[in-house]
T-cell receptor, first 115, second 112 residues
Framework: EAGVVQSPRYKIIEKKQPVAFWCNPI?????LYWYRQNLGQGPELLIR????????DSQLPKDRFSAERLKGVDSTLKIQPAELGDSAVYLC?????????????FGPGTRLTVT | GENVEQHPSTLSVQEGDSAVIKCTYS??????FPWYKQELGKGPQLIID???NVGEKKDQRIAVTLNKTAKHFSLHITETQPEDSAVYFC???????????WGAGTKLIIKP
């Protein structure tokens, strides 16, 4: 079974440029998460989807970040314009969405460097 | 809101010895406590978890203990091996409809 797929793995951009990250969750997983992980810290939730609905986006900086999950499968996270402080690893995770199953499966992440 | 503190930030042990990582949480309503292992260049991977109706759970060389009264939980790794070297994260949640609150991580170094 394929795991969570993310692309690109690495991205270097100049500040004020736009950037987009793509995630394909494990087949059959209804819940999808986007996290940001700064160096030496734990992941920080940006947004959680249940199917195509964003059910928790309270920590998404909406002035520059946007996300979508059309058709409730893969998802895209966008930053426009990027700032130096956005440099981090962006992780995507998915889970079954069953209330009895809590485990989240993570992709390898996209390492973003803003110069 | 919930806060999870994790100690130590770095732990170096001799191969074959045991390692213990401790976490405390602030929200008494939290009922799910997973531990994730993150290797360089990879996403976190769940290694063991415990729910609040259980005090201890074991899986081969890995065990987790939970003290609800004191609001702390610990990861125990016995007979450590070189492949145990990684960053370990604890987390806490009030349930699957709530977000995981993560600790800051512990870098475990296994010395040969």
């Amino acid at each position: 079974e394929a795991g969570v797929v993310q692309s690109p793995r690495y991205k270097i951009i100049e500040k004020k440029q736009p950037v987009a990250f793509w995630c394909n969750p494990i087949s059959g997983h209804n819940t999808l998460y986007w996290y940001r992980q700064n160096l030496g810290q734990g992941p920080e939730l940006l947004i959680r989807y249940e199917n195509e609905e964003a059910v928790d986006d309270s920590q998404l900086p909406k002035d520059r970040f946007s996300a979508e999950r059309l058709k409730g499968v893969d998802s895209t996270l966008k930053i426009q314009p990027a700032e130096l402080g956005d440099s981090a690893v962006y992780l995507c995770a998915s889970s079954l969405g069953d209330l009895r199953t809590y485990e989240q499966y993570f992709g390898p992440g996209t390492r973003l460097t803003v110069t | 809101g919930e806060n999870v503190e994790q100690h130590p930030s770095t732990l170096s042990v001799q191969e074959g010895d045991s390692a213990v990582i401790k976490c405390t949480y602030s929200d008494s309503a939290s009922n799910y406590f997973p531990w994730y292992k993150q290797e360089l260049g990879k996403g976190p991977q769940l290694i063991i978890d415990i729910r609040s109706n259980v005090g201890e759970k074991k899986d081969q060389r890995i065990a987790v203990t939970l003290n609800k009264t004191a609001k702390h939980f610990s990861l125990h790794i016995t007979e450590t091996q070189p492949e145990d070297s990684a960053v370990y994260f604890c987390a806490a949640s009030k349930g699957s409809n709530y977000q995981l609150i993560w600790g800051a991580g512990t870098k475990l170094i296994i010395k040969p």
